[in-house]
């Protein structure tokens, strides 16, 4: 719009060929078309003074929260055309026309004369006495009344937290004009909207419009131009006076003045102990982030997470969360990212997240543990017990007790729990026991065969003859070979003379004592080689 057209339009408001506010409006016609026919299904105004004003409703969107009203703010984002509307800054036809328009809605607008430029007209642009035709659609209102809107449309079910002023958050939106034109998303950038609350970095009205939010909560803000840019826009996507609506879903929220979060979920019944700092522990876990977003998880690894907690393992929150805690307990641990990963995140993780870690204690430790023995049951007769060497019999495996000292008894209960490092170690065995494992038995003792001293497989339950070599060696050739030895020693075994060490194989016991025997390595035992247990200047070898 040029000239004097444009003079008188800035007078008076909106004229034939006008772009009108918060609208975008097409000029019907020409001058030729300000004379045209009126505009077919009109609808008078009902306001008497209004008479010969028509409006057709040409679309109306079916949802419409809001109408304008009189005082109500209008603009022409093509221009720097702004005004109110019923405040005489219009002609008063289309001061009119405007009133009770939705946004997105589009009317046809005849005004009469008497209601535009009357007869004066605007020299060179509109004739005196003129009939002007307006093709309307409203894309924008406000008022200087207008507060933040805020409309919730889904909110979870638990809401332990909601976001307060100073609070950190992680959000996702998309950003539209009111009109529903869009002018930023967030999730175009695949990123999220990171930022503190109520200090200043948003504008006002985002600061107003996040409070109370809990994480995974949708909501709708709707931001006058005053709470966003005002009237300069932000010089890039959005103009000035420009009404913005925001559709929110908050991802996480936290405090830099906040520490670890624990929820106990499960804890057994009996809790002897506690982890402490030092100690191994073994755990299962999920790990997702504050709306439930999965970033990883042991159990998909059908591995345990190893490691000494309090000593910086891990990160600083799991090394905190991770004290105090029993074997079977389940807990979830939450963690803020100044304990976690901060501001860089790692991986699956973004930067500034929250992190959840659902996780299950499957045992743990302290390297200087030593077995530990509870007695759930003892015979009112126990006056033999079991010592080291003694031969056995019991319910499970007795591999990993060979070092223990009992004293059982029979018909004795007992729990044995063993630490890794005196069980099957940080390797244990492929398929059955994993590394670092504490074992637990429980121990019922059937029957107990006496052993041998420390270091002896074979001993005399009588004197021993003074001429046993020579016993030994049948044929008398100075020279005793395996099976020799074997037969001597069976003899004495069946005969009740003699007693090998109980639960070990007959031929391997003898066949040790034997190469024990045979110094020289040659396969046979001669006197000079021969000697008995107690004749040897140093213990080394298990003989006679």
């Not at 097409?26 to 026919?37: E, F, K, M």
Request: charged share 25%.
């Amino acid at each position: 719009m040029a000239g004097a057209a444009a003079a008188a339009e800035r007078r008076r408001g909106p004229g034939c060929g006008a772009q009108l506010l918060v609208m975008v409006p097409a000029l019907l016609a020409s001058w030729a078309a300000c004379q045209a026919p009126p505009v077919p299904a009109a609808e008078p105004s009902a306001d008497g003074d209004g008479a010969g004003l028509r409006v057709e409703r040409r679309f109306v969107p079916e949802s419409c929260p809001r109408a304008v009203r009189p005082g109500d703010f209008v603009y022409d984002r093509g221009s720097t055309f702004n005004v109110f509307v019923g405040k005489g800054q219009l002609i008063a036809g289309m001061d009119k026309a405007l009133v009770g328009m939705c946004v997105n809605e589009r009317r046809f607008v005849k005004i009469p004369p008497k209601l535009a430029y009357g007869s004066e007209g605007v020299s060179g642009v509109i004739p005196p006495n003129a009939v002007l035709h307006f093709d309307v659609l409203l894309i924008d209102l406000w008022n200087s009344e207008d507060e933040v809107q805020v409309q919730t449309y889904f909110k979870p079910e638990k809401c332990p937290r909601t976001v307060q002023v100073s609070d950190f958050v992680r959000y996702h939106y998309n950003g539209t004009f009111l009109d529903g034109t869009l002018f930023d998303s967030s999730h175009n950038r695949m990123r999220t909207y990171d930022t503190y609350v109520g200090i200043g970095w948003l504008i006002p009205g985002m600061d107003q419009g996040l409070l109370g939010m809990c994480v995974g909560e949708k909501r709708i803000i709707t931001i006058p131009p005053f709470l966003a840019y005002g009237e300069e826009g932000d010089g890039k996507d959005i103009p000035g006076q420009a009404s913005l609506v925001f559709d929110v879903v908050l991802l996480d929220l936290h405090n830099p003045k906040d520490g670890i979060a624990i929820e106990n979920q499960q804890v057994p019944e009996s809790c002897e102990r506690r982890s402490q700092a030092g100690d191994f522990l073994r755990y299962h876990y999920n790990g997702t982030l504050l709306d439930g977003t999965l970033f990883d998880s042991s159990y998909s690894r059908n591995r345990t997470y190893d490691t000494y907690v309090g000593k910086g393992y891990v990160i600083a929150g799991m090394d905190e969360g991770l004290l105090g805690v029993c074997t079977g307990e389940k807990r979830r641990i939450i963690i803020p990212p100044h304990l976690g990963y901060g501001e860089e995140g790692r991986g699956k993780i973004p930067g500034s997240a929250v992190l959840v870690f659902d996780i299950h204690v499957v045992d743990f430790h302290n390297p200087s543990d030593s077995v530990s023995i509870t007695v759930n049951y003892k015979p009112s007769n126990c006056t033999v017990l079991s010592k080291k060497g003694d031969y056995l019999k019991y319910h499970y495996n007795a591999s990993l007790l060979d070092d223990l000292q009992h004293n059982m008894c029979v018909g004795e209960r007992r729990t044995v729990v063993i630490p890794p490092h005196l069980g099957y170690g940080e390797d244990g065995v492929e398929g059955e026991v994993p590394g670092s494992a504490v074992l637990v038995f429980d121990i019922e003792l059937l029957e107990l065969v006496s052993g041998l001293p420390e270091g002896y497989m074979f001993v005399w339950n009588g004197e021993v003859s003074p001429n046993l070599f020579e016993e030994i060696d049948q044929n008398h050739d100075g020279e005793v070979l395996l099976e020799e030895f074997s037969e001597y020693i069976q003899a004495q075994v069946d005969s009740g003379k003699g007693k090998l060490a109980p639960g070990f194989d007959f031929e391997k016991i003898v066949k040790n004592m034997f190469t024990n025997q045979d110094r020289d390595g040659n396969g046979k035992v001669t006197a000079e080689e021969f000697k008995l247990k107690d004749q040897e200047a140093k213990e080394e070898h298990d003989e006679l």
